[in-house]
């Protein structure tokens, strides 16, 4: 927390009349429980690192690939626990560089990928566009694939499993790696939400063939946009270089292609802030978990609120979202009237979420009409149920913490009055 942003709470603290959770909710005409002049924390996250760095890039005249690029590669899988990085334009090119280096192509019988159907449409369309068959597969209360759900979805155009690891709550690895050994099957890690998540101290992408990383701007990790393909095996980590770099081969003469590639290389002005980045983020994550932990303790009690379920064998998580699910029936009142309280009441939750699962999108509707879908879980997180907030809320305070315990507990007190703010019309 900055100097700036801890003076303005004990000025506006000190003055602030006491409000409490049995005052008239702030939605409702009370007053709100925090002044909404006491900021939180914002994102991106920069200071004298990110611009010493990139002021040498810009100086130094090599703005393209280069020694910021690859150091940060060598960092970076040296972070992830993994021995190889291989840096690219987004998370999205990287989880197509995969599928690509998995051997997924357009024609007929299409390779299956089995997916979560709660994700963002990267994971599922990365598939597609190199020709395979996103197999849309339910969660479970981890919010990550349902290794029994998985089970049932596996038939001979299997391919892979791509799990994501939501929020940065690593999927059941062990599970889905049994399953794929016992199937003969590859699997690939989305790990666009979890820069630091460790499984059994092992750091996400290196718990499998590869794991794609995301850099864009309201990752926890970030360039304003990036990606990275994180593994342990070296050919793979040459081949999808190759697709990154035209492709290229390690020490082919430059004008020598002998693979299909793209171009989608990182230049050094990313290679300069991703390193500034990394060295912020184990203290960021840090901070992240032990607020993660005063939320999970002050919110775990509260009727009608479930926590996307943890698991001991992640023992480090990015918490790239802190997600909830609001049960209408047992809180009281609707997830948007929930956030419009909250947001009321000062603390700025997102009222942006997966609003769909991905099956429902226009262009799978339009690609896959056929599929039948049984994803209740799914279905509930995306139509009625997920709440989070960003990771950068995290950031704040512990007193920030108790803020948003105490909105939530206010919200909660006068939930069936709030009712009424959902004057959003019911899903036919
Ligand atoms: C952000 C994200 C991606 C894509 O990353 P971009 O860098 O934005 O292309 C893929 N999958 C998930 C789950 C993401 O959150």
């Given amino acids: 927390m900055s100097l700036r942003q801890r003076t303005l709470r004990k000025f506006y603290g000190l003055r602030a009349p006491q409000t409490g959770?049995?005052?008239?909710?702030?939605?409702?005409?009370?007053?709100?429980l925090r002044d909404k002049r006491i900021p939180w924390p914002k994102w991106p996250v920069h200071g004298t690192k990110e611009r010493i760095e990139l002021m040498r890039t810009l100086e130094g005249g090599n703005w393209w690939y280069g020694a910021r690029v690859a150091k940060f590669e060598e960092r970076y899988a040296e972070f992830q626990g993994g021995k190889y990085c291989v840096t690219c334009s987004t998370g999205t090119i990287a989880l197509e560089v995969m599928m690509q280096v998995l051997g997924v192509r357009h024609g007929p019988n299409p390779a299956e990928v089995i997916v979560p159907a709660f994700t963002f449409i990267a994971t599922a369309s990365a598939v597609a566009r190199m020709?395979?068959?996103?197999?849309?597969?339910?969660?479970?209360?981890?919010?990550?694939?349902?290794?029994?759900?998985?089970?049932?979805?596996?038939?001979?155009?299997?391919?892979a499993i791509l799990p994501v690891h939501f929020a940065g709550r690593v999927a059941d690895m062990?599970?889905?790696?049994?399953?794929?050994?016992?199937?003969?099957?590859?699997?690939?890690?989305?790990?666009?939400?979890?820069?630091?998540?460790?499984?059994?101290?092992?750091?996400?992408?290196?718990?499998?063939?590869?794991?794609a990383f995301s850099f864009q701007m309201f990752k926890n990790l970030t360039a304003a946009e990036g990606g990275a393909i994180v593994t342990d095996d070296e050919g793979f980590a040459d081949a999808c270089r190759s697709i990154v770099n035209c492709g290229r081969t390690k020490d082919a003469p430059w004008y020598h292609?002998?693979?299909?590639?793209?171009n989608a290389r990182l230049t050094e002005m990313q290679g300069a802030l991703l390193l500034a980045q990394l060295e912020r983020l184990p203290a960021q994550t840090a901070r992240r978990e032990e607020n993660a932990r005063i939320l999970d303790q002050g919110l775990s009690g509260i009727e009608g609120l479930t926590l996307q379920a943890g698991d001991p064998r992640v023992t480090r998580h990015s918490h790239h979202l802190y997600c909830f699910k609001i049960d209408e029936a047992a809180f009281g009142c609707s997830r948007l009237a929930f956030i419009k309280a909250c947001q009321a009441?000062?603390?700025?939750?997102?009222?942006?979420?997966?609003?769909?699962?991905?099956?429902?999108?226009?262009?799978?509707?339009?690609?896959?009409p056929e599929q039948p879908h049984a994803c209740p879980v799914s279905e509930d997180l995306a139509w009625r149920s997920a709440a989070w907030l960003n990771h950068w809320l995290l950031l704040g305070t512990s007193e920030d913490m108790q803020d948003i315990i105490q909105i939530v507990r206010k919200v909660k007190h006068h939930a069936p009055k709030l009712a009424s703010l959902d004057c959003k019309a019911g899903r036919e």
């Fill in 21 to 32: 959770v049995h005052d008239e909710p702030a939605a409702l005409g009370g007053p709100a």
């Fill in 131 to 159: 020709g395979g068959k996103p197999v849309f597969v339910d969660v479970d209360d981890s919010w990550c694939l349902d290794p029994e759900r998985v089970k049932e979805a596996i038939n001979e155009h299997t391919k």
């Fill in 174 to 211: 062990d599970q889905l790696n049994q399953i794929a050994r016992e199937h003969d099957l590859t699997v690939m890690e989305d790990a666009c939400h979890s820069w630091g998540s460790q499984w059994k101290g092992k750091g996400t992408g290196a718990l499998s063939t590869g794991g």
């Fill in 257 to 262: 292609h002998p693979e299909l590639g793209s």
């Fill in 345 to 368: 009441e000062g603390l700025p939750i997102s009222e942006m979420y997966y609003p769909e699962p991905v099956y429902n999108q226009p262009i799978f509707k339009q690609l896959q």
